[in-house]
């Protein structure tokens, strides 16, 4: 048996003329790619240009009914008959990948890890929800799986809402109009 010590206090071993190896180490803070993070990466990926490629399909859809409108009649009262129950799989379509996606995403998560990168996340909590943030990717991931979006307070906007404050106090110690 021979070793090798890598960084990071990890040592790869390898045996004779084995061809196996095995890493030994602490890589928690490496980005480590997974089976469920290249799922995650595909699911999201489809997820992103689905609905783009669905419209595209009935944009196509009509083009073809409105070509054979004059041509042959029968086609485009087809397409349009056809047209409601494929809405219907196609929204299907959507839902099963979206869940799919987000029960990968939970499964990372659970783990404590992210599941666009497979670094380990931070748990925070915001507005009674827990955030999970990837110092890695600098992403934001909800409890549900979602990606997490930080939306601005009231206080955070600037004057504007300084003044409306400013003008309810003018108004509530007798200076205002009346």
Same mark, same amino acid.
């Not at 689905?50 to 009262?77: D, H, N, S």
């Not at 939970?106 to 599941?115: D, H, T, V």
């Given at each position: ?5 890598? %960084?990071?206090?990890? &040592? ?13 180490? @602490? ?5 480590? /790619? +997974? ?8 699911? &999201?990926? /489809? #997820?992103?240009? *689905? ?5 595209? +399909? ?13 041509? *042959?009649? +029968?086609?485009? /009262?087809?397409?349009? /008959? #056809? #047209? ?6 196609? &929204? ?29 996340? @931070?748990? &925070? ?7 999970? @943030?990837?110092? %890695?990717?600098?992403? %934001?991931?909800? @409890? ?12 955070? +906007?600037? !004057? #504007?809402?300084?003044?409306? *404050?400013?003008? !309810? ?10």
């Amino acid at each position: 048996r021979r070793g090798v010590v890598l %960084g990071g206090g990890a &040592r790869l071993e390898m045996s004779g003329k084995s061809a196996r190896s095995r890493v030994q180490g @602490d890589f928690r803070h490496r980005p480590r /790619i +997974l089976l469920p993070t290249m799922l995650y990466r595909i699911l &999201r990926g /489809i #997820s992103e240009i *689905y609905p783009k490629a669905c419209l595209l +399909l009935f944009i196509g859809l009509f083009l073809v009914a409105f070509t054979f409108t004059m041509v *042959y009649p +029968l086609v485009p /009262i087809v397409l349009i /008959i #056809s #047209s409601v129950y494929l809405v219907v799989v196609v &929204r299907c379509g959507y839902l099963v990948l979206k869940w799919a996606e987000l029960k990968v995403a939970r499964n990372k998560l659970a783990q404590g890890m992210c599941p666009a990168c497979g670094v380990r996340c @931070d748990k &925070r909590q915001v507005a009674e929800r827990s955030v999970h @943030d990837c110092p %890695g990717c600098r992403r %934001g991931f909800t @409890d549900t799986g979602e990606a997490h979006l930080p939306q601005e307070s009231a206080e955070s +906007l600037g !004057n #504007s809402s300084q003044v409306e *404050y400013q003008g !309810n106090a003018v108004a509530a110690e007798g200076g205002g109009h009346g």
